[in-house]
């Protein structure tokens, strides 16, 4: 016995489909200089928002040595917790 699903009554009002796009910065992307004298590697480093809060330095992508670092508050968006990033 064949399932029979007839949906001929289902409403095909055409409903405003409603795209949210969101303005809030999803990312940032900061260039760092590795401390070390014989590396000097730039750094390009993307932070979320969490990342971005607790960021405390990164480790470099070239001599993998790691470098002390903290955001400025000009590096972050202004629709982020500022006073959340320390
Ligand atoms: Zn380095």
Redesign the pocket.
């Known amino acids: 016995m064949a399932f029979m699903t007839t949906v001929g009554s289902v409403a095909m009002t055409k409903e405003k489909t409603q795209f949210y796009f969101p303005r809030d910065v999803l990312l940032i992307e900061i260039d760092r200089r590795?401390a070390?004298d014989e590396?000097r590697?730039r750094n390009q480093i993307s932070l979320t928002k969490a990342e971005a809060f607790e960021y405390r330095g990164f480790n470099?992508s070239?001599?993998e040595?790691w470098n002390d670092d903290r955001l400025n508050q000009s590096e972050v968006p202004e629709s982020w917790d500022r006073a959340s990033i320390h």
Do not use: K, V, W
């Open positions: 590795c070390q590396c590697q470099c070239e001599c040595s």
